[in-house]
């Protein structure tokens, strides 16, 4: 094997100071453990961050917001009631995702920096388009062929104006998620705004986060029906009051190198009183700009009529308990919206 | 329904049981011992290169850096490999492969070993591996199917199939009042065991010793031993247990030569066990197919012809196409009937025989097209095929040995609930706004025979000890073939010793082609048999005996005692008769094959109707199978638990091929993307529900004496076609390729 180094550090100081070229992060390890294996990646040194203190909570702050600490469980997360109930859209995207062995494995902070699935993590691909162009971005490129950001767990988060609270070197900093991922370029690999050496302390709701939780879904389109990474998914959850939209918010997955939230549709439908009309004409604005690589057209069509439903499915309601299959089509059908 | 067998022949209350399979617990609790689960002292672990392109040649390997890592102890490239005796591009037997065993620096496909390391840990082997960073001189990869040229197949055996034409074809299209004329296309599959392929190889002297998992033991001894000049008798393998097959592991793969050679080179146990990534290559795989098929009725909705033209991948150094087009012979009554197999070479690994070779992939398309047929013909899908219900095999005119398909149609119809099905699609929806779609489709597979030996020991105490060569694959050998030869002796199963899975044993035989019971079985239960007879022979010629002077009578063992066959007043226990013979173990051989007379009388095959229910979402296009009904007629059936499973197995793979795998090839450099899990998709359990098998009561006297068919592939059969005929129904698209996705629906 590659020898490297592995440290474990108690302390966020110590982490910090553990950095050094090379090294990477481990946190649950369920996607850089499989990249090392196959060589894409090569760190020279693990920095195990599972004994650092305090990174293992989900509370309410006294401003109303939420924080979740880099270490709490996929899992453990969506499974918390307190937290379902407010973020009900957060837990269906993250139950949609992987397998229940991976979120157990996985940790929140490790979802939102996953790598995206490109063709050459099994070798040198000299064609972008190889494969299915089905997990090629269509906005956010300007056309050039791109891997999506793959999570389930950031499209949500996007939605709601979640941060990241960061470490380095030079002091703490919030990023917005919405700002967190970026595409890589000849010039700049990284696939994160994230500074090399900077750590993720927790991720943070805003307090007005919760207050979409009655109309509030995910969605997910995917090649089968569990335990694949979505074609195209989205967020869409509103507040309405006396028959309107107060506030809407709508995010698409799996179309960007970053989760694609559309602040012209979020806008249109602001006053609005719900209905299919109005969230055809959104999710037509939600793909404005859209651009197929690859011959894959049909995914800008999926993406509109995904952002679609997923907006019908929010106005309809949360349903009272999760579906059995979290974010599918196929997901049990809703009677009466849980939060009337 | 009565049981028409020959009721000479004994059948004890073993067989027809579920019993449920012997090493199931050995198997959940990790007793059971795989092959990856040898590690001998002093082994050495090797590790191969898999080429990343898929035409051109090896230009570098940095030998040096590899071998400074620590713990790598051998770097085996074409520069330094030891000779070996088989040439690896003869073709021995019939059922060889070329193989890519380091003969030179020439690269064929994506995923052959370039070069191979070994080391004293995995761990280091592995590095050694990444190190040796090969360069390449590449040309540009043939992958793309419709670009390449085709060309006739050659009949001549394994992997090139014979055509076939019988009646007048231009007649049969000139009489057709209409007609369908259609091309569908399958996706190149990769068998992925749950088990990789793996070896652990130990020399001594000019023996061999294998620890590998094989589908063919006796075959496997001859071929390993033809490549290292050695007799056959010095090859041992050991293989108890498969982590499944499919087909793969029939034949020796090239990595597994390299084993061998590596542990005659280093002078130590060497062990090898592939990558998940690493199925994706030299193991074989199920060949991508374009099929055409012209199909015409005439005013009274018979089949007038039945045109198969298939055009099958193949690599570009050895031959199998997949023998698609033999799927369309056999089944339905057509006037006329031809079987085309076209080729095509690309630079990819070799395919070969993968579950339901031919008919998988052939009755993927006959039977769509048969739905389309139907749809011409204004007709229900199911009375369309009983309109075309072949009473002799067309063509040919022989019987069936045994047919019940008509009953697999009745009998799964009313099960599935068929009747009231609309003829139009798009017709039905669910409460929740879900487009559903009914489909069917038939079901067709050989019933072929091979050789296997088997040896019956009863012993003093009136248990017994059954040993055979036969394999495990995960299907139930051990368990059902324990059940035939019980009632060979007429003993309870629980008496019985089954030995098999090692190469020192009877040749067991080919756990293929879907006759390993019958096969295997057939020669156990002569064996059984031949124990019997000498036993009857020393009682009647013992006066002691109460069996005495029965002399030509025939016996009959029930419950550990001989009895007079029609005189239960006659009996006396097995003990008894070998104790007063002095006590020693009693034994009789046997063996099974089918006479070539009786093969050429009759048609022989499995049968089965499979019908589907899907749901489409009307504006995202994801499918989901609600429903499959399979109902099959395939002899007896010895284990119904076990044929259970195997049916189901069949049938999930059918919705595998139907909606999941497909292989995709970089353009560039050739090589395969997906080649892992994440990209490759088989269901998950999710994608599995509403499944449910029925057996068909069938006798069929003529196929074997036991009346075994077998039931190990065809449950992939007919599937395929009828969920591609239920998402038409459901939708109004009719997709022509396989796997059916999101994209084809939202585009069509």
């Not at chain 1, 990477?24 to 650092?52: E, H, Q, Y």
């Not at chain 1, 939780?213 to 990474?229: C, E, N, P, Q, W």
């Not at chain 1, 109005?278 to 995914?299: I, P």
């Not at chain 2, 009647?540 to 002077?549: K, Q, V």
Request: charged share 20%; net charge negative; glycine share 10%.
């Amino acid at each position: 094997m590659r020898p490297f180094d592995f440290v474990r550090p108690t302390s966020v100081d110590e982490a910090l100071a553990a950095w050094e070229d090379g090294a990477a992060w481990l946190g649950g390890g369920t996607n850089l453990v499989d990249l090392m294996k196959t060589g894409a990646v090569a760190p020279t040194r693990l920095i195990d961050l599972s004994r650092l203190p305090g990174m293992r909570g989900i509370e309410v702050l006294a401003d109303g917001s939420t924080r979740i600490g880099a270490l709490v469980g996929n899992s453990e997360l969506a499974n918390d009631p307190d937290f379902a109930g407010n973020f009900p859209m957060v837990a269906e995207a993250i139950l949609s995702g992987a397998s229940g062995q991976i979120r157990n494995a996985a940790t929140v902070a490790g979802n939102v920096m996953q790598h995206p699935r490109e063709a050459w993590f099994h070798g040198p691909a000299s064609d972008p388009l190889a494969g299915d162009t089905g997990k090629l971005a269509v906005l956010g490129t300007d056309g050039a062929p791109a891997a999506v950001n793959p999570s389930d767990f950031c499209v949500p988060l996007v939605a709601l104006g979640a941060v990241v609270e960061i470490v380095g070197p030079d002091g703490t900093r919030d990023i917005p998620v919405a700002d967190l991922h970026r595409m890589p370029t000849a010039d700049d690999p990284r696939h994160t705004t994230l500074t090399p050496g900077e750590l993720i302390l927790a991720l943070r709701l805003p307090p007005e986060a919760a207050g979409f939780a009655a109309h509030s879904r995910y969605l997910k389109v995917r090649d089968r029906t569990s335990f694949a990474f979505a074609l195209t998914s989205a967020a869409a959850c509103m507040r309405i009051e006396d028959g309107k939209i107060a506030e809407a918010r709508l995010t698409l997955g799996a179309v960007a190198p970053r989760p694609w939230r559309v602040a012209e549709a979020e806008d249109l439908l602001k006053g609005q009183t719900p209905g299919p009309e109005v969230f055809a004409t959104a999710a037509e604005l939600a793909l404005d700009g859209a651009r197929a690589v690859g011959g894959n057209d049909w995914k800008i069509d999926l993406a509109r009529r995904t952002a679609l439903r997923a907006l019908d499915m929010a106005a309809a309601g949360t349903p009272a308990e999760m579906p059995a299959l979290p974010a599918s089509v196929f997901g049990t059908q809703r009677k009466e919206p849980a939060h009337a | 329904m009565p049981d028409t067998l020959d009721r000479t022949i004994r059948f004890g209350s073993n067989s027809g049981q579920p019993m449920t399979r012997r090493d199931g617990i050995a198997k959940v609790t990790g007793a059971a011992t795989f092959t990856a689960d040898n590690t001998p002292d002093n082994v050495l672990h090797a590790v191969y290169v898999p080429a990343t392109i898929a035409r051109g040649r090896v230009t570098s390997l940095d030998v040096a850096a590899a071998e400074a890592h620590p713990g790598v102890t051998h770097v085996l490239t074409p520069a330094n490999r030891p000779h070996l005796h088989g040439d690896p591009e003869a073709k021995p037997t019939m059922f060889s492969f070329r193989i890519e065993v380091l003969q030179d620096d020439t690269v064929r496909y994506a995923g052959q070993p370039v070069a191979m390391v070994l080391g004293e840990t995995l761990e280091a082997a592995t590095e050694g591996a990444r190190l040796l960073a090969p360069t390449y001189e590449m040309a540009p990869p043939r992958v793309d199917l419709d670009r390449a040229e085709p060309y006739d197949v050659e009949p001549g055996g394994f992997g090139r199939p014979t055509g076939a034409s019988h009646g007048d074809i231009d007649a049969g299209h000139r009489a057709a009042v209409k007609s369908v004329d259609v091309t569908y296309s399958t996706a190149p599959q990769y068998h992925n065991a749950m088990e990789t392929h793996a070896i652990v190889a130990a020399w001594d002297g000019d023996k061999l010793h294998l620890d590998v998992p094989t589908q063919a033991l006796s075959m496997s001894c001859a071929a390993y031993a033809s490549f290292f000049d050695i007799p056959v008798e010095n090859v041992t393998i050991n293989s108890p247990y498969l982590g499944g097959g499919f087909g793969s592991k029939a034949v020796p793969i090239g990595p597994n030569i390299l084993a061998i050679l590596a542990a005659r080179m280093t002078g130590r146990p060497v062990k090898l066990m592939l990558t998940r990534q690493q199925m994706f290559g030299p193991t074989g795989h199920r060949g991508a197919t374009r099929q055409r098929l012209r199909l015409g009725i005439d005013e009274d909705a018979s089949l007038t012809v039945i045109d198969h033209d298939s055009l099958s991948e193949t690599s570009s150094f050895d031959d199998f196409h997949e023998p698609a087009a033999g799927a369309s012979q056999g089944l339905y009554a057509a006037g006329a009937l031809r079987s085309v197999h076209r080729g095509a070479r690309l630079d990819i690994g070799t395919p070969g025989a993968m579950r339901a070779p031919g008919e998988a992939s052939g009755s993927a398309a006959l039977e769509c097209a048969m739905d389309e047929m139907a749809e011409a013909a204004g007709m229900d899908p199911l009375e369309f095929r009983l309109k075309n219900y072949a009473e002799t095999e067309p063509g040919t005119g022989r019987p069936y040995s045994s047919k019940a398909l008509r009953d697999c149609y009745l009998q799964g119809a009313e099960r599935f609930g068929w009747a009231g099905r609309p003829l139009a699609p798009r017709q039905m929806r669910d409460e929740n706004g879900l487009l559903t779609g009914w489909g069917m489709g038939t079901a067709l597979f050989p019933c072929p025979m091979f050789m296997a030996e088997a040896r019956a020991t009863l012993r003093a105490d009136g248990s017994a000890l059954f040993e055979t060569s036969a394999v495990d694959m995960g299907q139930g050998a051990l368990t059902a073939l324990a059940q035939i030869a019980a009632d060979s002796l007429g003993l309870p199963v629980d008496n019985v010793e089954f030995r098999a899975g090692h190469s020192s044993l009877p040749d067991g035989g080919v756990a293929g082609g879907s006759g390993h019971t019958a096969t295997a079985g057939g020669a156990l239960h002569a064996a059984g048999s031949d124990v019997i007879r000498q036993l009857g022979e020393m009682a009647a010629a013992d006066p002691a005996s109460p069996l005495h002077g029965a002399g030509n009578a025939s016996f009959v063992a029930r419950h550990g005692r001989l009895y007079v066959d029609g005189d239960d007043s006659r009996s006396e226990p097995f003990a008894d008769i070998l104790s007063r013979a002095g006590g020693a173990d009693l034994v009789g051989s046997g063996s099974a094959s089918r006479p070539p007379e009786t093969a050429a009388q009759y048609a022989m095959y499995s049968h089965g109707a499979v019908f589907a229910e899907v749901k489409v979402d009307p504006d995202l296009c994801q499918v989901q199978v609600t429903r499959l009904v399979g109902a099959f007629a395939a002899g007896r059936i010895i284990n119904p638990k076990l044929a259970d499973s195997q049916l189901l197995g069949g049938l999930i793979w059918g919705i595998s091929f139907a909606l999941h795998e497909e292989a995709h090839h970089d353009p560039v450099t050739g090589r395969i993307v997906n080649a892992d899990f994440a990209g490759y998709h088989v269901p998950v359990n999710a994608d599995v529900r509403g499944l449910e098998v029925l057996t068909v009561h069938e006798d069929d006297p003529h196929v074997n004496l036991l009346g075994i068919k077998g039931v190990g592939e065809i449950g992939i059969v007919g599937t395929v076609g009828a969920i591609g005929n239920a998402i038409w129904h459901a939708t109004g698209h009719r997709i022509r390729r396989f796997p059916i996705r999101i994209e084809d629906l939202l585009k069509a």
